[in-house]
């Protein structure tokens, strides 16, 4: 840790505390409801890629004490019956939302929120479950993190060095951001070309089932059975904003009639836009397909009087989100203060990587 890094860590702990003190003394509003994302719980040091894992065992279960014991956790049921015109949510109501279907949603993340008695919906991207297919994310910083040290590698965007962790780390984020920029076909593509080159001996095209798979079909009826709620992610957990409308029909109502049919379930309400990608477009795409509640990736707390039913926000909980940090993003007058310092973090970072020189590579 650099000696920025440690002024950071130390200027955010403190911060932190003080917001969270203050969070703790407000009682909130009815129908000002939070909603948490997570996606990975994992062991300290796990190798997975960057923004997917939420947090670690011991640190999800310190979070889920803290929503029972000081919050009231909601079900996602609770939820879509109020976008029905249900009564209005009690103060400080939380729902907890899973994205993905990692396997440890089941081994780790299910068992404690049961323990808590807190209830918990999990998206589910369908074409996934037993597939051996993994994402696309995980796809790329397994290349990175396997390669061999190259000073000077010839990537699709451009030459970069992969001569440390540090190298492979900064090739992953630029490599992502050209993933998220291109439609959904050349995106993969993109991964694609990537595995080739940097893993010639593995022509699985990322169905190696590789740590990090995602929960088959058993154990998703296992969880739903158990009282776990399932709702819909897409089907291959595509930017819904880089694909075509005959595509974006089926993505949506595929993976609605999949939970219906592999659950036997009644078709969800609910949907989670993968990686957060809407637009118009795309929410009359849900609208028309049955969804009556759809969450995003945007940060903050929704007030359900007079909010979108079909922009819901969601505060990502990521490993640096200790129990103080949770708390003051869950306060009326503190979330909006953290949400505000994160949205204008981001805006630095994407300000940083536009102005770097354009790749001469490929892309």
Known sequence: MTAREGARTIAGSLAGRAL??????????????????YHRIVEPGARVAPGIASATEDGFAEQMTMLASAYHPISLDEFVQRARGGPALPRRSVLVTLDDGYVDTASVAWPILRAAGIPAALFVPTALPDSGQRFWWTRLHDALASAEPLANWASPVGALPLRDEGDRLA??????????????????????????????????????????????????????????????HSR?????????????????????????ARLQMPPTAAFAYPSGAHS??????????????????DRGLNDLGRGD???????????????????????????????????????????????????????
Request: overall charge positive; proline content about 4%; cysteine-free.
């Open 171 to 232: 090739a992953y984020r630029r490599l992502r951001e050209r993933v998220k920029d291109l439609q959904h076909d050349a995106a993969l593509a993109l991964v694609n070309e990537v595995e080739a080159t940097l893993r010639p001996g593995d022509l699985s095209s990322g169905t190696d089932r590789a740590p990090g798979d995602v929960l088959g079909w058993s154990a998703l009826e296992t969880l739903a059975a158990e009282g776990m709620e399932l709702a819909a």
């Open 309 to 363: 039913w079909l922009a819901i926000r969601r505060i990502n909980v990521g490993m640096r989100t200790d129990r103080r940090w949770l708390r003051a993003q869950l306060g009326r007058r503190t979330g909006p203060l953290v949400t505000t310092v994160a949205e204008r973090r981001e805006q630095r970072r994407s300000a940083a990587r536009t102005s770097e020189p354009a790749p001469a590579g490929r892309g």
């Open 20 to 37: 969270g003190g203050i969070a703790a003394l407000d009682r909130g509003r009815r129908d000002v409801v939070a909603v948490l994302t």
């Open 280 to 297: 118009a477009t795309v929410r009359e795409a849900v609208a028309r397909n049955g969804i009556e509640v759809a969450f995003t990736t």
């Open 236 to 260: 291959t957990h595509p930017l819904l904003t880089r694909v075509s409308p005959e595509r974006l029909d089926d993505e949506i109502r595929g993976s609605v009639e999949d939970l219906a």
